[in-house]
């Protein structure tokens, strides 16, 4: 899995945490999950294993989701399942079958977690009752989190479009000669405005519109609440350097790197705020 950001949700009085990557596969800690049904949660997660139907499913969902699953190694585990002397643990199946649906870490801070539809399976096998509440708080993290998330990019993309009016006061006040063609204007106006998305995003209004021909919009309506707020950083800066005189060259340089040191920051920040270290 690539990098993580931790969360908890509280169900029944048992903290079970919430690993994400910024998309829809979530990860569930099964440690966690497995600390309601026993004090040895490595070994309830290991008799789960078990099981023949538990190998079944967690191979079925690797063959959906993951091109680099050892299907070889799969069947010899399911072939054994069942068996009484099968055993299997995390890591075992990681190990042997390249999965990557459930992910085991080592060390003070470590333990088993599993995308959000496996951990459901498990919590449904540690406790049909337990599951329906992990699935009831998890929805409302979620809930949560869009909400959050939705009001800090309303917010900063009204703060972007304020910001908006300094930047082209700017280039009025500073770059464009009096009484020229609104023509020319535009075309001064629409420069300046992709410098800053070439500084932040790395291409052009028109490259962006080439790549996505079918979204509607532009390439400010679909920045994440960080990038809006540098954004509005880098207008406010674009300003200030237009009437230092600055080139165009020089305030692409400047821009781009306080974008890169802005964005860096705020992530860093941000996901952490809202989702907790993930080795915390």
Known sequence: MQKQYKDKI?????????VSTGDSNDYISLTDIARYKSDDPSATIQNWMRNKDVIEF??????????????????????????NAFTMSPKKWIENTNAIGIVSK???????????????EFAS??????????????????????????????LNR????INYHIHTDA????????NIDNRFAGYTYATEADVLNVALFGKTAKMWRDENPNLSGNIRDYATY???????????????LIKLGLSRADRAIRLNKMAIEQLEVLIENTTTKLLGENNE
């Not at 080592?106 to 459901?120: C, E, M, N």
């Not at 599951?131 to 990019?153: A, C, F, M, T, V």
């Not at 960080?226 to 200030?240: K, P």
Request: glycine residues 6%; charged residues 25%.
């Open 106 to 120: 080592s060390g003070r801070y470590g333990g088993t977690y599993a995308q959000k539809d496996i951990a459901f």
């Open 58 to 83: 967690l191979g079925l969902w690797e063959s959906l989701n993951n091109p680099n699953f050892k299907p070889i190694e799969f069947e010899g585990f399911r072939n054994q399942a069942g068996a």
């Open 158 to 161: 009204e703060l972007s479009k």
């Open 10 to 18: 509280v169900v029944k009085d048992t903290e079970i945490s919430v």
């Open 125 to 154: 096998w540690v406790s049909a009752e337990f599951k329906l509440y992990i699935i009831k708080d998890y929805q409302r993290l979620k809930e949560d989190e869009n909400s959050r998330l939705s009001l800090g990019w309303n």
């Open 171 to 178: 280039i009025k006040d500073n770059l464009l000669a009096e």
């Open 226 to 240: 960080q990038q809006l707020i540098v954004l509005s950083n880098l207008e406010s800066m674009n300003a200030e």
